[in-house]
């Protein structure tokens, strides 16, 4: 109640109305109402039997692993572009297999090498793009939910469009490691500049530097409630995540005297509460505020040393800034940061002997995380003979860019698709535990049914007049998957649909069963019935995996 009370006065100091709960909420998934004709309704029947025969239910088999397909076992190309894109898509991976296993690895990690600026034109649509977080407050005011869709709809367009891939999927590991919720107060108006200048700004640079820009941007300090960190009444939320999840982890030899020590080096950092300035609601400094006095961090004295981004400071300003740069030098942070990385990219339970090399590639470079990555992503840490490769289960988000990115579609909003997120149980940005959105099949592996649901929206006979989202013509999607339109030969199909729009993630098994759907499948094998059969591989157990 304390709490809540002073949450409630500081933000009425800033200028702020009253807040309470979430900010905004994201409407449900739409409804079909159509009646389908006697075909339709038979083709449904034959799809439900079919499925509840391949997965045992409900989603029943979707926590097993299926065997690693063998076309990915023998091509590194194609299970690199497994793990470092947002999905699949035939015309990537034949780039990459043009270009080599180590030349497309380094041009991944050097995103600023490839032309985005086609994409970088299309957000511009989106009004909230750049705004501080005045301007965003002063244009939204009376709309956080505008203000919440344009910037989730900026980031799942960039997972799907951008070509530069290797970053979006280090964009969203940040997302969870350094956790904001979107959803909480005024948050709507703090994060797209947070998103701008943390996540976008510093995706595969040092980790030294995402942490530091990270704990200074006002979504940070808001979420995690150090803009209420005073002197006399330390706010210890943000120090305890800080040591627990972004750098140490909860083994890493922290104590709670650790913990208390850090709120204090962090008193004094708020939020500009001076409307007229053009830094309302961003990062400053208090020195008012601010606990006087020796502090000691890991059994160090923490040194009054210069803050992150000021050529002039105050006395006590320049203590946060210290913490960070012993928590990112520490041991602890290098193993923690480099088991998480592993896990995210290759198996989720990496061999201690590669969790310890890329640590000390950590310590080497000063946390240099393009160099963790060339460690990380080698190619015999991906070839069929390396026993760190594993399947890893999609996340909910990751299985609806995988599905758009297989048939080339281009977002023209994701309004639509966040309504789906929500069902799915993963909108972007929008976790309210600081731990971030798990990464494990326990988590997910159940939530089955949603997946078909949003395949069989996206992938309907209408297929292209799914809101938000442009998809090539006919033809060109129909060559994707070699249907020849003028005989409807079903011979081959599976094979094709498996290998070119879903990358070999099928089991042969799966192929085969397929194949025998589509072999039976009621009436003219005609444009509808592919696009069934399209939604089908997609429910598949093997493309849950990749």
């Known amino acids: ?188 108006a703090l994060l797209p500049e947070t998103e701008l200048t943390v996540t976008q700004a510093h995706a595969l640079g040092t980790f030294p530097g995402i942490l530091s820009a990270s704990a200074f941007s006002a979504g940070m300090q808001y979420y995690l409630d150090n803009w209420l960190n005073v002197r006399g009444a330390a706010q210890e939320n943000y120090g305890r995540e800080l040591l627990e999840l972004h750098t140490l982890s909860i083994t890493g030899g922290y104590y709670e005297s650790d913990v208390k020590e850090v709120a204090k080096c962090f008193t004094g950092w708020t939020l500009n509460g001076r409307q007229s300035s053009p830094d309302w609601l961003r990062t400053t400094f208090d020195p008012s505020q601010h606990t006087p006095g020796p502090k000691f961090l890991l059994g160090q004295r923490v040194p009054e040393g210069k803050p992150h981004a000021s050529a002039t400071f105050l006395p006590g300003q320049g203590e946060a800034q210290a913490v960070l740069d012993l928590l990112a030098a520490h041991p602890s942070t290098a193993l923690f940061l480099s088991r998480k990385l592993l896990k995210w990219f290759l198996t989720p339970t990496p061999p201690e002997s590669l969790v310890q090399r890329v640590a000390e590639t950590y310590q080497d470079t000063g946390g240099d995380l393009r160099a963790m990555l060339r460690v990380i992503l080698a190619r015999e ?74 395949s069989a929206t996206l992938l309907q006979p209408l297929f292209g007049n799914y809101r938000g989202v442009r998809f090539p013509l006919m033809p060109e999607l129909e060559e994707l998957v070699g249907y020849d339109r003028g005989l409807g030969n079903r011979r081959g199909v599976a094979q094709r649909i498996g290998e070119r729009a879903f990358g070999g993630t099928l089991a042969p098994r799966e192929v085969e069963l397929l194949q025998e759907y589509i072999d039976g499948y009621p009436g003219d094998f005609d444009t509808s019935a592919l696009f069934d059969c399209l939604c089908l591989a997609s429910s598949m157990p093997g493309f849950q995996w990749y």
């Open 1 to 188: 109640m304390a709490l809540q009370s002073s949450i409630q006065d500081v933000h009425a100091r800033l200028g702020l109305p009253p807040q309470s709960g979430r900010s905004f909420e994201l409407p449900p998934p739409p409804r079909t109402s159509a009646q389908p004709s006697a075909l339709d309704a038979a083709r449904r029947a034959y799809r439900r039997h079919f499925l509840a025969t391949l997965s045992g239910g409900a989603g029943a088999g979707a926590a097993t692993p299926l065997p690693t397909p063998d076309r990915i076992r023998r091509d590194p190309v194609l299970a690199l572009v497994h793990r470092i894109t947002n999905g699949f898509n035939l015309a990537e991976y034949e780039r990459a297999r043009a270009l080599g296993y180590e030349a497309y690895l380094e041009e991944q990690l050097a995103p600023e090498s490839l032309d985005d600026s086609e994409l970088e034109e299309r957000l511009t649509r989106y009004a909230i793009l750049g705004l501080s977080p005045k301007q965003a407050h002063q244009t939204f005011e009376n709309d956080t939910l505008a203000a919440a869709l344009q910037l989730k709809s900026m980031v799942l367009t960039r997972a799907v469009n951008s070509r530069r891939q290797l970053k979006e999927r280090m964009a969203e590991f940040w997302r969870d490691h350094l956790n904001i919720d979107h959803a909480k107060g005024i948050e709507w």
């Open 381 to 454: 840490n991906l070839s069929f003979a390396s026993p760190v490769y594993a399947p890893k289960f999609r996340r909910p988000y990751h299985f609806v860019t995988t599905l758009l990115r297989a048939f080339s579609g281009r977002i023209e909003n994701g309004f639509e698709t966040m309504s789906f997120l929500t069902g799915l149980g993963q909108v972007p940005l929008q976790c309210a535990p600081p731990t971030g959105y798990p990464d494990t099949v326990e988590n997910w592996g159940p939530l089955i049914l949603p997946r078909w649901s949003f």
